[in-house]
Each structure stands twice: as structure tokens, then as C-alpha cells.
């Protein structure tokens, strides 16, 4: 089976079951400043999980592109992926287990669907704690469904619980779906969770909760279901292969790499590990740069540099001498093209291209910097005798070298095994027990430092969309406002290119050549609060994408909608497609608006900083 048609048999199944098809949005979560990038199926839906109306309905499917950067260091085994597709059903305070695996069970196995043979499958549900307890209902449904109740785990909260996808938001116990990729004479009596040809292909979360701030479960309003299938894993499966990158959607990829590099993937574990960070890398800087972000030294733009340098890095490993990342994208452009038209284009390729170069002046800068300690006859790090035959460096495994190297890899991006390489060429030979041990060293800093950043970043996941704090709904319906101000005074080549919004402050980015000067400010700011004043309905109303663009609402016509968008108009000041949450009125909003800063973001786009005090 090949992955497009996987997605459409998904898609097709959950439509036989009165679901609405509705498309991926783009990875950059719209609004929703608690996480980097959407990182499941379920991501984008959170408001609609959390009780908004979906314009589509309480049933709901799709194929969504996803990116984890959690566990990047990961990369390289058989299973693991920066960028994902998660095929997934939803329903939202519909239906609910009975259902939902059933509907899994008839989808994995049915001959007109998967057909999958029946022995070769097991499950696990949740086994109960102190937040929630016991499935016994699912556990029954699968028995009932003819699970042997060997093959059905009962498993705690970090096997059967999911979510919430930022720090808050809806979660809930679920059950889990493994398939034997072994031989079929072979497969077990019992589900051993230990077992790797156990592959994971299918979640079903039953999302009862939300997590809030305090890190309380509280009990949702209404009881959705969440599943996701992981395609590549699935699409692995399928084919008989216990390693995915075996599958179509990376296997062009790798062969590419063969022919760059004169390498083989099966001659070496390190070659094929090398390979498969490549492959996974520069898919997902693809991707990411289709949906609109730059290489850069913070957040987003700060995980698209490192996936780009972590993968030209593998490529010089395995020999690769000139740039050659675009040669992968272009491959990645010919898989994906069909289905994610937004990753065709030149714009990857320019990104990549630039970065690349960036990349190799930084390399020689780092090489120039190192070629001074290994010089330096007084140096602490290194004390070169002359003359040809091979030497032993005078690298004391001491904090110094480790600092040292640090330094390199943080200021140049040289990372510790390339000065290693780099002494090699130098004719300096380490002996193993001090590399070890500078190398442990190294790794302890390495270390901190990682704890540091993700105490920082954590701090950034505070609030946001799932707490639906009623500020945020505020601000929410502040940027509808200020953007139809910045059209009004700006003109009307003015559109919103990205927005964060927590409850202190709004932070908005918008397409515009120039500094505003004060006075263009300060209009943007009275247009703002006159609307606040005006104390105007903000009504909501369904229409389709056509429909909503003929009425004149402000929206990237551009961008994929479902058949079906929400509008928000506040009669007299905006008309936006959008899919909310907003107050009802704009004298719901308390305070004076300001803005507090306004700058340049990237090339022609601006970004604003405003607050309601
Ligand atoms: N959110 C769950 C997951 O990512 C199910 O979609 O596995």
C-alpha cells in the first residue's frame, strides 16, 4: 500500500461514517503561543475540543502535518521523525468509546478497509491512578470485540494518557493500538509493551479533562474523542518493514544520499544513522519553511536553523563536499508535492541554499579559532611537538578543554566530534581514555545548558489558547480590530502574517514596507478604541470560504479552508474568517488600547506589540 492511498482510505472510511473532511493547518500554530509548532492531530482543534462550534460539525477527519522536536536527538533510529503525518477522527461531544473502537477495530481489520489479519493485533488501555481511574469500559468494548484479554495491556498514565499538547489543555486516558510486525507464526499469546515488533499504530484518546494552569485536571463540559495513526509507522507496517525509512515517503530521499555521497545505507550503522537525519531533517526544514518561518536564533526559526546545520553536518560526515541540500528537497518536493502544493516553489530552496552558506563560514570561522589553540605552544589545550610522527595532544580532560570545546560548538556550531576529526587531521592522536573523558565533560556542560533552555521555554508555554482565559478572548478580538485599523490607515496591501497572544499582551506581525510614524499610530489606536466605545455586537456567522471572500472578509484566500468558515464581523469596523473564541461585544473589552512597540520583523513585515490597560 502506498501513503496516498492509506490517507484516502482514512479519509474515505471516517467520511462513511459521517465525518467532515477538512484540511491540515499549516504547522505554525495560528494563536496559540504555548507550543513552537503543531506537534499532533489534535492540536489545531484544541478551541473546539475546549466546547467552541465547529463550523463543520462534531465529526470531524484529516491528515495533519506535524513537527516534535522533543525528541530530535532521537532521530536517527528506525522509528523516529521531526516531521509527521498524523491521520486522525475526531468527535466533539458526540460520539464516544464505544464507538471510537469499534470504528478503529473495523477500519483496521475489514477486508473492504485494511484487512488487517485480526491475531496480529493487541491493545492497551489505561489502568487507573488517582486523576482518573480504570477503564473497565474500554477494556470490555475490546473483549467484546474479540480481543483475547491477553492481548489487551493495562497500562499506567505514561503508556495511556495523552496530552495536553502545550502546558494546559484537554487530555484524557486512551487506548492503543500495536500491531506484530513479526513472523505471523510467531506472534505472541500476550502484548509485551518491551517487545519492539509490537509497533504502536493507532491512539484513541478519550479527552475528559482540561489541565489547567495549576497543573488540576478539571472534568470538560463535554467527553470528545481524539485518535491518531502515525502514517509513516502505519505505512512501515504494511509494507513489512521494520524500519520506516524502507517506505516510499523517505526511500527516493535516501537514495539520493547514496548518489551524493558514494555511500551505501546498509553499508555501516553509523552511515545509515547519518542518512536517516538527513532524510528527516531537511523533509522537515522543507515543510517548515513552506509555512512561513526563517532560520534565526530564537524559537521557531532557532529549531529550523539547527534541523539545516544538524543535517549538512551528517552530509559532511559521509563526505558530502559541496551544498547539497536542495538536491534533498527537491526529492522531498517530488513526494510531497501533490498532496502539500505549499512546499513546491523556490522559496525552500533559496532558504536552504543561504543557510547552507551561512553554515560553511561559520564552519571555517570555528576551524580558524581551533587552528589557533592547536597552535599556541603555550596553550593549556595542546602542546604539539614538531615533527612528523604521530603525536599525543596535551588535551587535559579538565574543565578548561571541556570549556573550550563548549565554546566552539556554541559560538560555531562545532560539534565535539568534529574537533576530534579535526585533531586527527592535525596529526594529533587522542588516546580513547581522555577523549571519553573530555568528551563526558563536554556533555555534562552540554547538559546544563539544554536545562537552562528549557526552563527558559518553559516559561513561554505559560497561559496561552487552552486556558481561554477571558483576556486572551479580549485580545483575540483587539487584533481583528487592529487589523482592520492597520488596512484603514496602512492601505489594503496590509495582511496579518503571524500573531501571539498570551493575557498580558498581543504581539502581531503584518505585511508593510515601512516604520509607522507616530501619527499612523496613534490612528491605528483611536480606530481601535473608538470601536471599544462604540460598544459593537461581534457576530459570528457560517458561511463557505467563497462566500465569506465575496462578502468582503479578510482572510488568507490563499490558505486551505474546510468547506465551511466561521466569520466574526463587527459591523462598521472588521470582517475577518477566524475560528475564535471572541467576546460578544466590543465594550467586553476593558481598557484603553495601546501600542507599545513597533518594529521590523523580517523583510516587509512589521511587527506590533499592544496591550489593553
Ligand atoms: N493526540 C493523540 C496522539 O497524538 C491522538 O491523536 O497520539
Redesign the pocket.
Known sequence: MIAKELRQKYLDFFKSKEHAIIPSSPLVPENDPTTLFIN???HPLVPYLMGEKHPLGKRLTDAQKCIRTGDIDEVGDTTHHTFFE?L?NWSLGDYFKKEAISWSFEFLTSPEWLGLDKKRLACSVFEGDVDASFDEEAYNIWKNLGMPEKKIAKLPKKNNW??P?GITGPCGG?TEMFYWVGDLDKVPESFNDDNDLWVEIW?D?FMEFNKNAEGKYEKLEKQNV???MGLERVLAALNGFSDNYRTELFWPIIQKIEELSGKKYDESPEIKKAMRIISDHIKASAFIIADGVSPSNTERGYILRRLIRRAIRQGHLLGIKNNFTIEIAKVVQKIYGEIYPEILGEKVFNILEEEENKFRKTLENGLKEFEKYLSNPEGNYINRKVGDELQQANLYPNDDTANMMFNLYQTYGFPIEMVFEELEKANIGIDNDKRTKIESKFNEKLKQHQELSRTASVGMFKGGLADNKEETTQLHTVAHLMLAGLRKILGNHVHQKGSNINGERLRFDFSHPDKMTEEQKKAVEDFVNGAIESKTEVVMEEMTPEEAKNAGAEGEFGHKYGDKVKVYSIEGYSKEICGGPHVENTGDIKGVFKIKKEESSSAGVRRIKAVVE
Request: aromatic letters at 8%; proline letters at 0%.
Open positions: 499532533s492531530g489534535m498524523m486522525g495523552w496530552g499538547a486512551d491512539n484518546v481524539d485518535t491518531g
